[in-house]
């Protein structure tokens, strides 16, 4: 079945809020949309509200045909105690959902309830239409096609971050909707999983609405992009891919600019203009009182005839002021202005490996000997599962080695951003949180660093689990501003920012000068980032290149 939706003069908030207004589109069969904005502009809200997640404050949503079945994958898949990879797979197809309802509408059929034929007859139909049949031999085949090898009955409690990840591409390889409304799929997927991702996507006969900051993965998969600005309170639409939608946004906010220029040019001139033409009448009026008592008619008539034209002119140019089309001055944009604090160079030798091994179930890492130097800018790469973080882990000394020596030098500091932005899942306040981190700076100044990252006063004072994934990344990059660092460790940095902040982010490193280690699977990154070292992880080994 292929499917339509309409959604017409959205609007949406939070509380006094205003999110957007006035949206309209239309996301038809092979329609792959992507939804940008930074992070709050209402992305995540607005694909809650076309799957009919949440009601909108204003406006409509039609599905054509009413029974098309929409899925709704969101950002961060949920791992719940005590289910298992299999029973994941099928909530996330949208399958377990479609059982439950059939074997209700089964119970009712044996019960002889009145309508339990047709309802039977839907079920069954939706059961079908969502793969139900077949999924779990199809999900035993793309598990192993994936490289999740661990077995579908494994508590998805019990995966790894990157197996966490296959199982989450899996549910999505897996689906059979009529329309898909993705939310940041690409996060923590490895490149294969990127390419694999995006063939998929490029193959749908299905619409697609998908939100993702992996600028490649646009690049190569959208056919349109709707921006949320939040900063003009605007909502546009742009036909053509991701590359021409940012020429076309280059070019309509020069000549937004260039229109509020002229527009203030000409009312500057015409008030300066008015202005002059005020204070000639004036000084004629002043002059014909002054001189009043002169026998001159002739004179006192020509005064005053002048004082009348100049209060003529100025009439007229207030009302040519009156008449300009008003242009509105373009508000700018929220940026992420980051710079990252450095604290004094360490020795010169950093961190060091010596036939280092881990060995954790099935997995094994090593021996591996690796030394990183004062001022290395090294870039880690390598499939999901393969050890990245466990040779993050390993140099910084977090981890018990079962066989070698790790080493970290002197003096050195450690900055991290790392995948699970650990330090803001608690039940503190993020102000607590982030004191407790940096416990040299004031309350107030702390305040004032998260405002600079987007995070104002609504946010401060919350638990910090209860923020977006976006917001506790930003979390975690205030905090490499609030304290000095001289090894930087960003191990997938780009998850969950918006694509203004990535860009940011990219400027930051450029201009950091201590030593870095970076793990990321974003591919403009990687172009975008200078380093001095590649080391690439496969299957718990590391090569140099």
Same mark, same amino acid.
């Given at each position: 079945?292929?499917?339509?939706?309409?959604?017409?003069?959205?609007?949406?908030?939070?509380?006094?809020?205003?999110?957007?207004?006035?949206?309209?589109?239309?996301?038809?069969?092979?329609?792959?949309?992507?939804?940008?904005?930074?992070?709050?502009?209402?992305?995540?809200?607005?694909?809650?509200?076309?799957?009919?997640?949440?009601?909108?404050?204003?406006?409509?949503?039609?599905?054509?045909?009413?029974?098309?079945?929409?899925?709704?994958?969101?950002?961060?898949?949920?791992?719940?105690?005590?289910?298992?990879?299999?029973?994941?797979?099928?909530?996330?197809?949208?399958?377990?959902?479609?059982?439950?309802?059939?074997?209700?509408?089964?119970?009712?059929?044996?019960?002889?309830?009145?309508?339990?034929?047709?309802?039977?007859?839907?079920?069954?139909?939706?059961?079908?239409?969502?793969?139900?049949?077949?999924?779990?031999?199809?999900?035993?085949?793309?598990?192993?096609?994936?490289?999740?090898?661990?077995?579908?009955?494994?508590?998805?409690?019990?995966?790894?971050?990157?197996?966490?990840?296959?199982?989450?591409?899996?549910?999505?390889?897996?689906?059979?909707?009529?329309?898909?409304?993705?939310?940041?799929?690409?996060?923590?997927?490895?490149?294969?999983?990127?390419?694999?991702?995006?063939?998929?996507?490029?193959?749908?006969?299905?619409?697609?609405?998908?939100?993702?900051?992996?600028?490649?993965?646009?690049?190569?998969?959208?056919?349109?992009?709707?921006?949320?600005?939040?900063?003009?309170?605007?909502?546009?639409?742009?036909?053509?891919?991701?590359?021409?939608?940012?020429?076309?946004?280059?070019?309509?906010?020069?000549?937004?600019?260039?229109?509020?220029?002229?527009?203030?040019?000409?009312?500057?001139?015409?008030?300066?203009?008015?202005?002059?033409?005020?204070?000639?009448?004036?000084?004629?009026?002043?002059?014909?009182?002054?001189?009043?008592?002169?026998?001159?008619?002739?004179?006192?008539?020509?005064?005053?005839?002048?004082?009348?034209?100049?209060?003529?002119?100025?009439?007229?140019?207030?009302?040519?002021?009156?008449?300009?089309?008003?242009?509105?001055?373009?508000?700018?944009?929220?940026?992420?202005?980051?710079?990252?604090?450095?604290?004094?160079?360490?020795?010169?030798?950093?961190?060091?490996?010596?036939?280092?091994?881990?060995?954790?179930?099935?997995?094994?890492?090593?021996?591996?000997?690796?030394?990183?130097?004062?001022?290395? !800018?090294? *870039?880690? &790469?390598?499939?999901? $599962?393969?050890?990245?973080?466990?040779? /993050? #882990?390993? %140099?910084? +000394? =977090?981890?018990?080695?079962?066989?070698?020596?790790?080493?970290?030098?002197?003096?050195?500091?450690?900055?991290?951003?790392?995948?699970?932005?650990?330090?803001?899942?608690?039940?503190?306040?993020?102000?607590?949180?982030?004191?407790?981190?940096?416990?040299?700076?004031?309350?107030?100044?702390?305040?004032?660093?998260?405002?600079?990252?987007?995070?104002?006063?609504?946010?401060?004072? !919350?638990? *910090?689990? &209860?923020?977006?994934? $976006?917001?506790?990344?930003?979390?975690? /990059? #205030?905090? %490499?501003? +609030? =304290?000095?660092?001289?090894?930087?460790?960003?191990?997938?940095?780009?998850?969950?920012?918006?694509?203004?902040?990535?860009?940011?982010?990219?400027?930051?490193?450029?201009?950091?000068?201590?030593?870095?280690?970076?793990?990321?699977?974003?591919?403009?990154?990687?172009?975008?980032?200078?380093?001095?070292?590649?080391?690439?992880?496969?299957?718990?080994?590391?090569?140099?290149?």
């Amino acid at each position: 079945m292929t499917a339509t939706l309409v959604a017409k003069d959205l609007a949406a908030g939070h509380g006094d809020r205003s999110l957007f207004t006035g949206l309209d589109l239309v996301v038809a069969p092979g329609d792959v949309i992507g939804l940008v904005g930074v992070n709050g502009a209402g992305k995540s809200t607005l694909l809650r509200l076309l799957a009919g997640l949440d009601r909108p404050e204003h406006g409509e949503l039609r599905l054509s045909p009413p029974a098309a079945n929409v899925g709704h994958l969101p950002q961060e898949p949920e791992r719940r105690a005590g289910e298992n990879v299999r029973e994941f797979l099928a909530r996330r197809t949208g399958v377990a959902a479609a059982q439950i309802a059939m074997d209700e509408a089964t119970t009712a059929l044996v019960e002889g309830a009145p309508g339990a034929d047709d309802a039977y007859a839907t079920s069954l139909e939706r059961w079908l239409a969502l793969g139900g049949a077949d999924l779990d031999e199809r999900a035993e085949d793309t598990a192993a096609t994936l490289g999740l090898t661990v077995g579908l009955e494994l508590p998805m409690t019990a995966l790894s971050g990157g197996q966490a990840a296959r199982a989450g591409l899996a549910s999505l390889l897996l689906s059979r909707y009529d329309l898909f409304l993705l939310d940041e799929p690409t996060n923590d997927l490895d490149l294969d999983g990127l390419d694999r991702l995006e063939s998929y996507v490029r193959g749908l006969r299905a619409g697609t609405v998908v939100v993702s900051h992996d600028r490649e993965f646009l690049t190569r998969t959208v056919t349109k992009v709707l921006e949320l600005d939040l900063a003009q309170q605007q909502v546009t639409l742009f036909g053509g891919g991701y590359t021409a939608y940012l020429e076309e946004r280059e070019t309509a906010r020069r000549h937004a600019r260039e229109e509020y220029e002229e527009y203030a040019d000409k009312k500057s001139a015409l008030e300066g203009r008015a202005q002059m033409q005020r204070g000639w009448m004036d000084k004629g009026v002043k002059n014909a009182r002054r001189k009043a008592g002169d026998n001159d008619k002739l004179g006192r008539k020509f005064r005053s005839e002048a004082s009348e034209k100049q209060a003529a002119k100025a009439r007229q140019t207030q009302r040519m002021i009156e008449r300009l089309d008003t242009v509105e001055e373009p508000r700018k944009e929220w940026e992420l202005r980051m710079e990252i604090a450095a604290a004094p160079r360490s020795g010169s030798v950093v961190a060091t490996l010596r036939e280092a091994a881990v060995r954790r179930g099935g997995f094994a890492f090593g021996p591996a000997s690796l030394q990183i130097d004062w001022a290395d !800018r090294v *870039a880690i &790469t390598g499939a999901n $599962g393969s050890g990245k973080s466990t040779l /993050l #882990a390993a %140099l910084l +000394g =977090r981890l018990p080695l079962d066989s070698g020596s790790a080493h970290l030098g002197p003096g050195v500091v450690v900055g991290e951003v790392d995948q699970a932005r650990g330090l803001f899942h608690g039940p503190q306040t993020l102000l607590d949180a982030f004191c407790a981190a940096v416990p040299d700076t004031e309350p107030a100044e702390v305040r004032t660093l998260l405002a600079k990252f987007g995070l104002k006063a609504a946010h401060v004072l !919350r638990p *910090a689990t &209860t923020l977006s994934p $976006g917001e506790r990344t930003r979390a975690a /990059l #205030a905090l %490499l501003q +609030g =304290r000095g660092v001289n090894l930087l460790v960003l191990d997938e940095p780009t998850n969950h920012l918006d694509l203004v902040a990535i860009e940011q982010l990219e400027s930051a490193l450029d201009s950091y000068n201590g030593t870095l280690l970076l793990v990321t699977h974003d591919r403009r990154m990687l172009e975008a980032v200078r380093t001095t070292r590649r080391i690439r992880v496969t299957d718990g080994r590391i090569t140099e290149s």
